[in-house]
C-alpha cells in the first residue's frame, strides 16, 4: 500500500472490516445475489467457467463484476519486521489501529 501511495502521490485510507464482520458489508450484499443466479444450474467443471459466470454477472443499475484466476501459491506464516510501523510513512489510527490506517506518500 506504501508502494502505491507513492506512485500515485495520494493519502489512502484503508479501513478493514474485522473478521466475521463481512455480513455487514454492503457490496457483497448487492453483489452475491446476482452471482447466485448467474451459476444457478451450472455444474462446475473448471475455475475458468466459474471465472466466466461471474464476470458476466450484471445488475440492472449497472453494477458489474471484475474476476481473476490467480494462479500463485501464497506464502504462509510471513512476519511483519518488528520495526515496520516505525520505518513506514503509514498513520495508524488512534481507534482500532489494525483494522483502520493511512498510506501517506513519502514525498508528502
Not at 3 to 19: C, D, F, T, V
Not at 89 to 97: C, S
Amino acid at each position: 500500500m506504501q508502494k502505491l501511495s507513492n506512485e500515485l502521490k495520494i493519502k489512502i485510507r484503508i479501513a478493514h472490516y474485522p473478521p466475521y464482520t463481512s455480513k455487514y458489508n454492503p457490496i457483497e450484499h448487492r453483489l452475491f445475489p446476482h452471482i447466485i443466479k448467474a451459476c444457478q444450474g451450472v455444474i462446475f467443471k473448471s475455475v475458468e467457467i466459474v471465472n466466466d459466470l461471474m464476470a458476466s454477472t450484471t445488475t440492472t443499475k449497472g453494477l458489474t463484476v471484475v474476476s481473476a484466476i490467480i494462479n500463485k501459491t501464497f506464502e504462509i506464516g510471513r512476519k511483519v519486521a518488528d520495526d515496520s510501523r516505525e520505518n513506514m510513512t503509514i498513520k495508524f489510527d488512534d481507534y482500532l489501529p489494525n483494522w483502520n490506517y493511512v498510506a501517506i506518500p513519502s514525498e508528502v
